[in-house]
């Protein structure tokens, strides 16, 4: 991909007509016959397309932005054990106090449909949120220089109905599903750590700690304005925090593109919703399934390497 880039920026200039000596007699670039002026320009090709920052916030985003900054009273985050008290370094990994739930609304395709109407008065008939859910616990095994595996643990409903914490109820929407996933702030942490390092290093326990502390006071902390009404970012002193966390969310561009990834259902969840239904197309209640994790996005920890380069470029 530099080697294509780097042939269409000298064909750019030359095109300009006032070619820098440097470059003068540069044309098509083969990988067999690089010179210093090539490998130079190739430096700092693969640092713009691989710079960390952009697949950590792209991270960031994914697991926690993305849940603050979207719109949908459907879409929330929070802690599941609040009260639970701080674990020494050695015991973090794993523990209740760093253990996070969030929900999203998932369709085939990625593309969920603004709320437009209020919510419906609270009544004992709405029932759950999701309609029947499905309990998956996904073995992960991660790959690169994370390593190791985890165990996320995931509800996928029938249907993408909601109630909010005051009674308030959003019905269903044809195609749509609501999915709860839990995992931990500790690990995700040692992820961004390495993201934002982008190297074979190790980060020591103590950091990853004090990283994780910081994720859990943006889940617990005071809400920032993310977002405001008008749809400009981040113009108010209330916008910031105190830790001006929105350094670490990605522009609007590269926002769209994960966005849609993450509200497109995985084909492990399709394959859950499938085992969590009955012979008849009825509900089968909650169902416990031990699936192998592999088709989970979060598996490839070596984000931006490939696959994910436009997303980094939009930073």
Known sequence: MCLSVLQGLYLAMHARGNVPDILRGKGRVLSSRLDAVDDAFLIHLRTLFNESRSAARALFYRFIGFFFMHESPKVTIRLVNPAEPVPD???AEGSPFFEFETTRVATVN??????VTPPLPPSAAHGASGGSITA??????????LGGAETIMRGIGTDSSFTTGDGGHYPHVAGEK??????C???????LAKQIIKGKVTVEPKVVFAIAMCVRSIISGRRIAWTTPDGSEWKST???GPGHWWILVPKPTARNTVTRKIQARTREEQHALHMGV?????PAGLLDSELDGEDEEEVDDDVGEEGDQNLEMED
């Open 89 to 91: 370094v050695e015991g």
């Open 178 to 183: 609501l999915v709860k996933k839990r995992t």
């Open 136 to 145: 998956v616990s996904s073995l992960v095994n991660y790959t690169g220089t």
């Open 185 to 191: 702030i500790y690990r995700f942490s040692r992820r």
């Open 278 to 282: 009955g012979i008849n197309g009825a």
């Open 110 to 115: 990625g593309v969920v449909d603004a709320i």
């Open 238 to 240: 209330d916008a910031t």
